[in-house]
Protein backbone atom coordinates (compact mmCIF):
# COMPACT_ATOMS: atom_id res chain seq x y z
CA UNK A 1 0.00 0.00 0.00
CA UNK A 2 1.45 3.43 -1.23
CA UNK A 3 2.05 5.88 1.95
CA UNK A 4 0.86 9.69 2.39
CA UNK A 5 2.23 11.57 -0.38
CA UNK A 6 2.95 15.85 -0.23
CA UNK A 7 3.69 17.70 -2.90
CA UNK A 8 5.70 19.90 -2.91
CA UNK A 9 8.49 18.80 -0.65
CA UNK A 10 10.30 21.85 -0.62
CA UNK A 11 9.13 25.97 -1.03
CA UNK A 12 10.46 29.03 -1.02
CA UNK A 13 7.96 32.13 -1.03
CA UNK A 14 8.28 35.62 -0.42
CA UNK A 15 6.02 37.62 2.58
CA UNK A 16 2.61 38.36 1.25
CA UNK A 17 2.55 35.61 -1.59
CA UNK A 18 0.06 32.38 -1.13
CA UNK A 19 0.46 28.95 -1.47
CA UNK A 20 -1.27 25.92 -1.76
CA UNK A 21 0.50 22.44 -0.62
CA UNK A 22 -1.36 19.06 -1.32
CA UNK A 23 -1.78 15.82 0.20
CA UNK A 24 -2.64 12.43 -1.10
CA UNK A 25 -3.80 10.09 1.93
CA UNK A 26 -3.55 6.37 1.98
CA UNK A 27 -5.72 4.34 -0.02
CA UNK A 28 -9.22 3.54 1.87
CA UNK A 29 -8.11 6.46 4.43
CA UNK A 30 -10.34 9.18 4.56
CA UNK A 31 -9.48 11.44 7.12
CA UNK A 32 -6.76 14.10 6.23
CA UNK A 33 -5.17 16.11 9.15
CA UNK A 34 -2.55 19.12 8.66
CA UNK A 35 -0.05 19.84 11.39
CA UNK A 36 2.36 22.68 11.53
CA UNK A 37 5.86 21.65 13.17
CA UNK A 38 8.20 24.50 14.54
CA UNK A 39 11.19 23.86 16.52
CA UNK A 40 9.93 26.14 19.11
CA UNK A 41 6.03 25.09 18.78
CA UNK A 42 6.34 21.56 17.93
CA UNK A 43 3.42 20.11 16.18
CA UNK A 44 0.48 21.67 16.07
CA UNK A 45 -3.07 20.53 14.93
CA UNK A 46 -3.93 22.97 11.98
CA UNK A 47 -7.35 21.65 11.13
CA UNK A 48 -9.14 17.93 9.93
CA UNK A 49 -11.19 17.14 7.32
CA UNK A 50 -13.27 14.14 6.61
CA UNK A 51 -15.87 12.98 3.68
CA UNK A 52 -14.92 16.31 2.34
CA UNK A 53 -15.97 18.60 5.31
CA UNK A 54 -14.03 20.07 8.47
CA UNK A 55 -14.24 18.96 11.25
CA UNK A 56 -12.07 20.01 13.76
CA UNK A 57 -10.04 22.92 13.64
CA UNK A 58 -6.69 24.20 15.68
CA UNK A 59 -6.17 27.51 16.81
CA UNK A 60 -4.80 29.52 13.31
CA UNK A 61 -5.71 32.49 11.59
CA UNK A 62 -8.14 32.45 8.96
CA UNK A 63 -5.15 32.91 6.46
CA UNK A 64 -4.71 28.97 7.20
CA UNK A 65 -7.31 26.96 4.78
CA UNK A 66 -7.87 23.82 3.66
CA UNK A 67 -10.35 21.53 1.18
CA UNK A 68 -10.64 18.00 0.78
CA UNK A 69 -11.77 16.24 -2.60
CA UNK A 70 -14.52 13.24 -3.32
CA UNK A 71 -11.56 11.38 -4.21
CA UNK A 72 -10.08 12.46 -0.08
CA UNK A 73 -6.76 14.21 -1.25
CA UNK A 74 -6.37 17.12 0.74
CA UNK A 75 -5.17 20.51 -0.23
CA UNK A 76 -4.22 23.75 2.40
CA UNK A 77 -3.76 27.08 1.36
CA UNK A 78 -2.00 29.99 3.17
CA UNK A 79 -2.88 33.34 2.46
CA UNK A 80 -0.44 36.71 2.73
CA UNK A 81 2.29 34.65 3.67
CA UNK A 82 4.43 35.93 6.89
CA UNK A 83 7.68 34.81 8.14
CA UNK A 84 6.40 32.97 11.24
CA UNK A 85 4.99 30.57 8.81
CA UNK A 86 8.18 29.27 7.57
CA UNK A 87 7.96 25.49 8.72
CA UNK A 88 7.46 21.72 7.98
CA UNK A 89 3.71 21.26 7.55
CA UNK A 90 2.93 18.05 7.81
CA UNK A 91 -0.34 16.00 6.92
CA UNK A 92 -1.44 12.75 8.00
CA UNK A 93 -4.35 10.40 7.19
CA UNK A 94 -6.57 7.87 9.17
CA UNK A 95 -9.55 5.84 8.78
CA UNK A 96 -11.11 7.29 11.83
CA UNK A 97 -13.38 5.75 14.06
CA UNK A 98 -11.69 2.61 14.49
CA UNK A 99 -9.24 2.13 17.62
CA UNK A 100 -6.49 3.51 17.68
CA UNK A 101 -6.93 5.11 14.54
CA UNK A 102 -3.89 6.18 14.74
CA UNK A 103 -2.54 8.59 11.99
CA UNK A 104 0.14 8.10 9.26
CA UNK A 105 1.82 10.86 7.81
CA UNK A 106 3.59 11.94 4.92
CA UNK A 107 7.05 13.36 4.49
CA UNK A 108 5.88 16.84 5.10
CA UNK A 109 6.57 20.08 2.63
CA UNK A 110 9.51 22.35 3.84
CA UNK A 111 8.52 26.08 3.44
CA UNK A 112 10.66 28.79 3.79
CA UNK A 113 9.41 32.46 3.43
CA UNK A 114 11.63 34.95 2.83
CA UNK B 1 -7.28 22.72 26.94
CA UNK B 2 -4.76 19.83 27.07
CA UNK B 3 -1.63 20.28 28.50
CA UNK B 4 1.55 18.26 27.61
CA UNK B 5 4.61 17.89 29.07
CA UNK B 6 7.77 15.42 28.39
CA UNK B 7 11.75 16.40 28.78
CA UNK B 8 13.31 18.13 26.21
CA UNK B 9 16.13 16.04 25.61
CA UNK B 10 17.57 12.92 27.18
CA UNK B 11 20.76 11.10 25.86
CA UNK B 12 21.98 7.19 26.67
CA UNK B 13 24.21 4.80 25.81
CA UNK B 14 24.05 2.05 23.26
CA UNK B 15 22.88 -0.77 24.34
CA UNK B 16 21.36 0.41 27.55
CA UNK B 17 17.84 1.40 28.52
CA UNK B 18 16.13 4.68 28.31
CA UNK B 19 12.75 6.01 29.87
CA UNK B 20 11.03 9.02 28.08
CA UNK B 21 8.55 10.35 30.65
CA UNK B 22 5.04 12.22 29.40
CA UNK B 23 2.64 14.16 32.02
CA UNK B 24 -0.87 15.45 30.42
CA UNK B 25 -3.87 17.59 31.72
CA UNK B 26 -6.67 16.90 30.01
CA UNK B 27 -10.36 16.54 30.49
CA UNK B 28 -12.71 13.55 28.33
CA UNK B 29 -9.41 11.22 28.57
CA UNK B 30 -9.12 9.29 25.44
CA UNK B 31 -6.11 7.60 24.38
CA UNK B 32 -2.04 8.39 24.21
CA UNK B 33 0.24 7.67 21.51
CA UNK B 34 3.86 7.51 21.04
CA UNK B 35 5.42 8.69 17.82
CA UNK B 36 8.91 8.81 16.75
CA UNK B 37 10.19 11.01 13.98
CA UNK B 38 14.06 11.04 12.82
CA UNK B 39 15.32 14.32 11.92
CA UNK B 40 13.76 15.42 8.48
CA UNK B 41 11.10 12.44 8.22
CA UNK B 42 7.78 11.71 9.30
CA UNK B 43 6.92 10.91 12.36
CA UNK B 44 6.15 6.79 12.44
CA UNK B 45 3.22 5.41 14.96
CA UNK B 46 5.14 3.35 18.03
CA UNK B 47 1.95 2.48 20.48
CA UNK B 48 -1.66 3.05 21.93
CA UNK B 49 -2.33 2.56 25.49
CA UNK B 50 -6.07 3.56 26.45
CA UNK B 51 -6.16 1.58 29.56
CA UNK B 52 -3.60 1.52 32.54
CA UNK B 53 -0.92 -0.85 32.32
CA UNK B 54 2.52 -1.85 30.10
CA UNK B 55 1.83 -2.24 26.43
CA UNK B 56 5.23 -4.51 25.48
CA UNK B 57 6.01 -4.53 21.40
CA UNK B 58 9.73 -5.91 21.20
CA UNK B 59 12.45 -3.65 22.50
CA UNK B 60 9.87 -1.10 23.20
CA UNK B 61 6.88 -0.63 25.42
CA UNK B 62 4.70 2.17 26.73
CA UNK B 63 3.20 2.19 29.95
CA UNK B 64 -0.09 4.13 30.76
CA UNK B 65 -1.53 5.82 34.39
CA UNK B 66 -4.71 7.71 34.04
CA UNK B 67 -5.49 8.23 37.38
CA UNK B 68 -1.90 10.13 37.10
CA UNK B 69 -2.24 11.64 34.80
CA UNK B 70 1.32 10.27 33.35
CA UNK B 71 2.94 7.71 30.60
CA UNK B 72 6.15 6.43 29.41
CA UNK B 73 8.01 5.40 26.91
CA UNK B 74 10.90 2.17 27.77
CA UNK B 75 13.34 1.75 25.20
CA UNK B 76 15.57 -1.05 26.01
CA UNK B 77 18.68 -2.76 24.12
CA UNK B 78 19.33 1.06 23.01
CA UNK B 79 20.50 1.00 19.28
CA UNK B 80 22.50 4.43 17.42
CA UNK B 81 19.22 4.45 15.00
CA UNK B 82 16.62 5.19 18.00
CA UNK B 83 18.20 8.42 18.22
CA UNK B 84 15.20 10.69 16.94
CA UNK B 85 12.66 12.43 18.52
CA UNK B 86 9.70 10.87 20.22
CA UNK B 87 6.44 12.61 20.61
CA UNK B 88 3.55 11.56 23.14
CA UNK B 89 0.30 12.70 21.71
CA UNK B 90 -3.04 12.53 24.00
CA UNK B 91 -6.65 12.10 22.57
CA UNK B 92 -9.52 13.69 24.40
CA UNK B 93 -12.97 15.21 24.16
CA UNK B 94 -14.78 12.61 21.57
CA UNK B 95 -11.97 13.79 19.02
CA UNK B 96 -10.36 11.94 17.25
CA UNK B 97 -7.37 13.94 16.32
CA UNK B 98 -4.78 13.71 18.93
CA UNK B 99 -2.62 17.01 20.53
CA UNK B 100 1.23 16.45 20.34
CA UNK B 101 3.63 17.23 23.17
CA UNK B 102 6.91 19.02 22.07
CA UNK B 103 8.81 15.90 21.62
CA UNK B 104 11.97 14.78 23.68
CA UNK B 105 15.18 14.69 21.28
CA UNK B 106 16.85 11.39 22.45
CA UNK B 107 20.80 10.99 21.66
CA UNK B 108 22.11 7.43 21.69
CA UNK B 109 26.34 7.71 22.10
CA UNK B 110 28.30 4.62 21.49
Known amino acids: KAGVTQTPRYLIKTRGQQVTLSCSPISGHRSVSWYQQTPGQGLQFLFE???????NKGNFPGRFSGRQFSNSRSEMNVSTLELGDSALYLC?????????????FGPGTRLTVL | GQNIDQPTEMTATEGAIVQINCTYQ??????LFWYQQHAGEAPTFLSYNVLDGLEEKGRFSSFLSRSKGYSYLLLKELQMKDSASYLCAVRSGGSYIPTFGRGTSLIVHP
Open chain 1, 49 to 55: YFSETQR
Open chain 2, 26 to 31: TSGFNG
Open chain 1, 92 to 104: ASSVRGQNPNEQF
